[in-house]
T-cell receptor, first 119, second 115 residues
């Protein structure tokens, strides 16, 4: 079974600064997808960025980028020019690329990092 | 609908009572997923539907939990004889197809409190 670990329960950053959230995972698979989700107080999980394991290039979405280190099984999220609206819980998630025999198709989540933005 | 809709938004129930949680996915999305988020924890995958079929129910925490989906649309998660440890936020998500390589669209969840 896969596991996802987020070692930082809480992070704080000054507005306009850069912050990096850590995520490591454990898997024996070679092909998979990794995601970062944001959960504001509204509870809705919002997709921030995704990475395909077979692509070496790190994904980027505006102020959000990842550092994907496949050999180290590390998938950190960097938020540049932090804004007050970035304050939320951030979850790292893993999903297998292929499911043989009708196995579970859900995402495996870490326990999350609470990001605080200081004005 | 425009997004994934869940009802009720909040539910308080007495221990031992049955509850039904509803999820209305995005129109046309064939895949639907249920997750449970306990306080201070990440999301725990419960079950997914491909159309009306749930191929793998092993993620359900106990036999008090059941889920169904009819007409390839609305899904209901039922918890019988609720216990205090069932208190959590139950999130539903949908995607256009199963095994999509994109993320899912989530609803805002139902916060269940068992007293």
């Amino acid at each position: 079974a896969q596991t996802v670990t987020q070692s930082q329960p809480e992070m704080s950053v000054q507005e306009a600064e850069t912050v990096t959230l850590s995520c490591t995972y454990d898997t024996s698979e070679s092909d998979y997808y990794l995601f970062w989700y944001k959960q504001p107080p509204s509870r809705q999980m919002i997709l921030v960025i995704r990475q395909e394991a077979y692509k070496q290039q790190n994904a980027t979405e505006n102020r959000f980028s990842v550092n994907f280190q496949k050999a180290a099984k590390s998938f950190s999220l960097k938020i540049s020019d932090s804004q007050l609206g970035d304050a939320a819980m951030y979850f790292c998630a893993y999903r297998s690329a292929g499911v043989a025999g009708g196995g579970a198709d859900g995402l495996t989540f870490g326990k999350g990092t609470h990001l605080i933005i200081q004005p | 609908g425009a997004g994934v809709s869940q009802s009720p938004s909040n539910k308080v129930t007495e221990k031992g009572k049955d509850v039904e949680l509803r999820c209305d996915p995005i129109s046309g999305h064939t895949a639907l997923y249920w997750y449970r988020q306990s306080l201070g924890q990440g999301l725990e995958f419960l079950i997914y539907f491909q159309g009306n079929s749930a191929p793998d129910k092993s993620g359900l925490p106990s036999d008090r939990f059941s889920a169904e989906r009819t007409g390839g649309s609305v899904s209901t998660l039922t918890i019988q004889r609720t216990q205090q440890e069932d208190s959590a936020v139950y999130l539903c998500a949908s995607s256009l197809v199963i095994q999509t390589d994109y993320g899912y669209t989530f609803g805002s969840g139902t916060r269940l409190t068992v007293v």
